[in-house]
């Protein structure tokens, strides 16, 4: 059973940075995605950022580009996301999810098969 927990969510005034880590576990990843989504009050969950577990390979959605960067520590089983000059826009529970047996990105909540419980990031401004 593969279990996902979030850490490294808070408050922090606009323009500054936050690191989210997932740890997982109950699996041996390698052809999987991991990827951060994130639901803001009275919006849908939304894709941000995700990566191979084994290729390493990014993808970010346009809006965080260049400020959140996608990463993974294999040997600590864990994903990390790091989130510099973050805007109140930014304001939501951060979900981390894993996608297994794919050899392609998931950009929709629905391609996932795994959850985390979610961790609250608010910007202030």
């Known amino acids: 059973q593969v279990q996902l927990v979030e850490s490294g969510g808070g408050l922090v005034q606009a323009g500054g940075s936050l690191r989210l880590s997932c740890a997982a576990s109950g699996r041996t990843f390698s052809n999987d995605f991991m990827g951060w989504f994130r639901q803001a009050p009275g919006k849908e969950r939304e894709f941000v950022a995700a990566?191979?577990?084994?290729?390493?390979?990014?993808r970010h959605t346009d809006s965080v580009k260049g400020r959140f960067t996608v990463s993974r520590d294999s040997a600590k089983m864990t994903v990390y996301l790091q989130m510099n000059s973050l805007k109140p826009e930014d304001t939501a529970v951060y979900y981390c999810?894993?996608?297994?047996?794919?050899?392609?990105?998931?950009?929709?909540?629905?391609?996932?098969?795994?959850w985390g419980q979610g961790t609250q990031v608010t910007v202030s401004s």
């Open positions: 990566i191979g577990w084994t290729s390493g390979n990014t």
């Open positions: 999810a894993a996608r297994i047996g794919s050899r392609y990105f998931g950009g929709h909540s629905s391609d996932y098969d795994y």
